[in-house]
């Protein structure tokens, strides 16, 4: 309904904003870590998501375009409505991406609002779908498929022998996908240097 709002910040409460507009005031609803990084008086421009209900019209407000679209990938996850998708939107968005391509239960668990059921939920129906958002590619973690590509698989083995050593699938992951990978590496020999970022 609404692509975005531009406008000066008049108020901020614990999980909204008021938005000066300059014809109309807006009550935009934003998760905490996003508030945090605004002040009243502020010039901002917020991308939003219009919530309609029965009793309610609800504006669901981002300070970036792909905030906005994780949000709304959220959403396609049965179960997960407006006020539980921007809590894990509010999230670190790659650490929660990775923790999904990496089928990394435990960690999805940890977000606010999501039990042990709703984290297996969000890992099984959007670990396809994250991969048009990130730039882990989904092979790197899926057996029987990596083989298409020898990177893919010398990073698949890799993380393999982290999970081994105690490592969860994402740490693991993120930890390979922030070292230099040579013509030359083995996954041997790239453990070494995710264990230095670990």
């Known amino acids: 309904m609404y692509a975005f709002f531009k406008g000066t910040v008049e108020s901020i409460y614990s999980d909204y904003l008021i938005l000066d507009t300059g014809s109309m005031g807006v009550n935009i ?26 009793d309610a019209i609800t504006l669901y407000g981002f300070l970036s375009r792909e905030k906005l679209d994780f949000f709304k990938l959220l959403l396609t996850v049965n179960g997960v409505g407006p006020k539980l998708a921007i809590g894990i939107a509010g999230c670190n968005t790659e650490d929660v991406k990775t923790a999904i391509v990496a089928q990394d239960t435990k960690a999805l ?4 609002g999501v039990g042990a059921k709703m984290a297996g939920r969000l890992a099984l129906e959007l670990k396809d779908k994250v991969s048009l958002f990130s730039s882990i590619d989904s092979d790197t973690v899926s057996p029987g498929v990596s ?4 990177g893919n698989t010398l990073i698949s083995e890799a993380v393999s022998i982290l999970t081994a050593l105690g490592y969860s699938s994402s740490e ?24 230095r970022v670990l």
């Open 109 to 112: 668990s940890k977000l606010p």
């Open 147 to 150: 083989d298409k590509n020898p």
């Open 29 to 54: 609803m934003m998760s905490a870590s996003e508030l945090d990084r605004i002040s009243v008086s502020d010039e901002v421009k917020i991308y939003t998501y219009t919530s309609v209900r029965e």
């Open 172 to 195: 693991a992951l993120r930890a390979i996908r922030s070292v230099d990978i040579s013509d030359d590496d083995t996954a041997e020999s790239l453990v070494p240097k995710a264990l």
